[in-house]
């Protein structure tokens, strides 16, 4: 079997919008991994190692060489802690470990390794199946109806050999650790669902798979599909698309727009320029590493920036220095965050709720942000309860 699968769940968020986006990326393969994928690796290496009891120490080398920092061992230790919520006592026995879960319910040629999952019973008999992500991008990621978790869920299901009636009768609780990116719903966010109410989304994978591996698949340029997709350079779809959106710019449009017009155009020209931006960042990628190569790409070099004055002797050498001229130069001292605090404290065994009397979270004032139904879906989801 491949690394990579072709149908990589990782990326089903893509495939399931746009299916030629699986065979334009294998086409267009990662050549090295960026930093922060280097850095992704290594806090999955971080916790991987907690989760044996075998926690690193800061300064260590991941397998990949990246130094294991204080922020990839805070982040293990709060998914340690959501395991440990979730499975109780026995959490080490019940716990499977980034293994690979093939997934034939959508395609032959889907598989891929959720970070970690487990089986329970509830109370009322009813199976529960587990599954985590764990991103440490800062990248805000839903959990509500997220392409990867639905698609590992299949492959686990199918795993365990729950059939179209079992289905009914198990609770699937996916659930998503981003502990560096601010969300309103917290660093942990979970999706509740009977096994059976994701038949619908199955279905979709299942003909989007279909599609990415005709002998035509479909091209539709979309926002959430482009944006990361490493074919973008190179996809006529985006670039017509792109070109569309520009276009429309020089076409005349009412002056005082009806409500429904404002809204739809606004979300029109939204969407363009998240397609725009999509095909930019792609284009710019591929210029700056075939100059990197050594090619000539006309209208654009590449130059370094001045970085930010930086100390270069120890830091003791440089507050004597400050103390020899009468000068201090020591920072101010300054608490850590609440959310490091609260963790500290719960590394400590002690409780964490005086922190709340001491911090608070202020509501910034509110924004026009796009009404896209999930609202709507989740006040109708089904309950699990
Ligand atoms: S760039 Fe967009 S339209 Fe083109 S293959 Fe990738 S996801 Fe599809």
């Known amino acids: 079997m491949a690394e990579h699968a072709f149908l990589a769940p990782s990326s089903a968020h893509r495939w399931v919008r746009c299916a030629l ?10 050549t090295e991994a960026s930093p922060a994928s280097m850095e992704g690796t290594a806090a999955h290496w971080v916790v991987q190692e907690c989760l044996y009891r075998r ?33 109780g006592p026995n959490w080490a026995q019940m716990l499977v470990v980034e293994q690979r879960v ?37 990248g805000i990621v839903e959990v509500f109806e997220n392409w990867q978790l639905i698609d590992y869920v299949a492959g686990c299901l199918g795993e365990a050999k729950i059939d179209g009636f079992g289905e009914q009768n198990t609770v699937v609780d996916m659930r998503l650790i981003q ?74 449009g009412a002056l005082d727009l009806p409500p429904h ?35 000539r790409v006309p209208f654009w070099t590449r130059e370094s920036e001045l970085g930010r004055l ?6 003791p050498e440089v507050l004597a220095l400050g103390q020899m001229m009468g000068v201090d130069l020591a920072q101010p001292v300054e608490p850590i965050t609440p959310t490091q605090a609260k963790t500290k404290l719960r590394a400590a065994k002690l409780p ?22 999930i609202k709507a879906r989740l006040t109708f989801a089904s309950s699990v309860a």
């Open 21 to 30: 986006s699986a065979s334009l990326e294998a086409a267009y393969p990662e």
């Open 55 to 87: 926690p690193p120490e800061i300064g260590m080398q991941a397998p990949n060489g990246v130094a294991v920092d204080a922020q990839m061992l805070e982040a293990a230790e709060i998914v340690s802690d959501d395991i440990r919520a979730a499975l």
């Open 102 to 138: 093939v997934i034939p319910r959508i395609h032959a040629q889907n598989w891929g390794t959720p970070d970690y999952r487990a089986w329970s019973r509830l109370g009322d008999g009813r199976l529960m199946l587990h599954a985590w992500d764990f991103k440490y991008g800062k």
């Open 179 to 252: 502990p560096r990116a601010f969300h309103r719903d917290g660093v942990v966010r979970s999706w509740k669902v009977l096994a059976s109410d994701l038949r619908a989304q199955w279905n979709r994978l299942e003909m989007a798979a279909d599609d990415a591996t005709s002998a035509q698949p479909t091209c539709s340029p979309d926002p959430v599909a482009c944006k990361h997709c490493r074919a973008r350079h190179a996809c006529e779809g985006l670039q017509r698309a792109a070109y569309s959106a520009a276009d429309k710019g020089s076409q005349r």
């Open 261 to 295: 017009a404002l809204g739809l155009e606004l979300r029109t020209l939204k969407r363009d320029a998240a397609l725009l931006d999509a095909r930019i960042s792609g284009l710019e990628a591929e210029a700056d590493a075939r100059i990197k190569a050594g090619q």
């Open 310 to 315: 930086s100390w270069t002797r120890p830091a």
């Open 352 to 373: 964490d709720t005086l922190i709340d009397a001491y911090a608070n979270r202020p509501t910034s004032a509110a924004k026009l942000v796009p009404d896209d139904g």
